[in-house]
């Protein structure tokens, strides 16, 4: 079965990064795009973008001020994204989400989610 | 960007109750809408696609409906499980967007 499995809780200093994994199971990698949302505490879903695992490239990135970057590794079936010059407000729950196929092929909506990823940035 | 706005943010109902939540696109995103469901503390749970289809293993008391700007998701009969916030999301067009949610509680 499809399994998105992401890596633990996170508690990062202001100005530092964090690089979150998210390991992929139970179909084909690169069959499919993967987006990363995330969740402020009390908040509702914002989506942050959305990589092609076949070939690494990213075909949108919200607006972090370059803060962001997804990645892949295809020997491992994990996608990565990581998020640099943390800030207070970037403490959220984030998520990995494989967007689903139409059984045409076309590119459908979210249809798994990582079990999320809570990152904490503290002072 | 698409704005997405979802009517009520919450609402009380009773188990066996029909419950309606709307969800309006700021422009036309043809039949491009998911909904999703989240109970606290939990991952969100992919509910429809295209509008109306249901996932796989999503109960068939789940129903959407609409196209262009304006969209459904019904729940026909309410069950405890179902408490829980639900969330709209367009992927029409990037950035994809969600909904504010609906938090659906007990009467």
């Known amino acids: 079965q499809v399994q998105l499995v992401q890596s633990g809780a996170e508690v990062k200093k202001s100005g530092a990064s964090v690089k979150i994994s998210c390991k992929t199971s139970g179909y084909p990698f690169t069959s499919h795009y993967m987006h990363w949302v995330r969740q402020a505490p009390g908040q509702g879903l914002e989506w942050m973008g959305i990589i092609n695992p076949r070939n690494g490239n990213i075909p949108f990135l919200q607006n972090f001020e370059g803060r962001v970057s997804m990645t892949r590794d295809t020997s491992t079936d994990t996608v990565y994204m990581e998020l640099s010059r943390l800030r207070f407000e970037d403490t959220a729950v984030y998520y990995c989400?494989?967007?689903?196929?139409?059984?045409?092929?076309?590119?459908?909506?979210?249809?798994?989610w990582g079990q999320g990823t809570l990152v904490t940035v503290s002072s | 960007d698409i704005q997405m706005t979802q009517s009520p943010s919450s609402l009380s109902a009773s188990v066996g109750d029909r419950v309606t939540i709307t969800c309006r696109a700021s422009?036309?995103?043809?039949?491009?809408l998911a909904w999703f469901q989240q109970k606290p503390g939990k991952a969100p749970k992919s509910l429809i696609y295209?509008?109306?289809s249901l996932q796989d293993g999503v109960p068939s008391r789940f129903s959407g409906s609409g196209s262009g700007t304006n969209f459904t998701l019904t729940i026909s009969s309410l069950q405890p499980d179902d408490f829980a916030t639900y969330y709209c999301?367009?992927?029409?067009?990037?950035?994809?967007?969600f909904g504010r949610g609906t938090k659906v509680d007990i009467k």
């Open positions: 295209v509008a109306s």
């Open positions: 422009q036309g995103i043809a039949n491009s």
């Open positions: 989400a494989r967007e689903g196929l139409l059984a045409s092929g076309h590119t459908s909506a979210i249809d798994y």
């Open positions: 999301q367009q992927y029409e067009i990037y950035p994809w967007t």
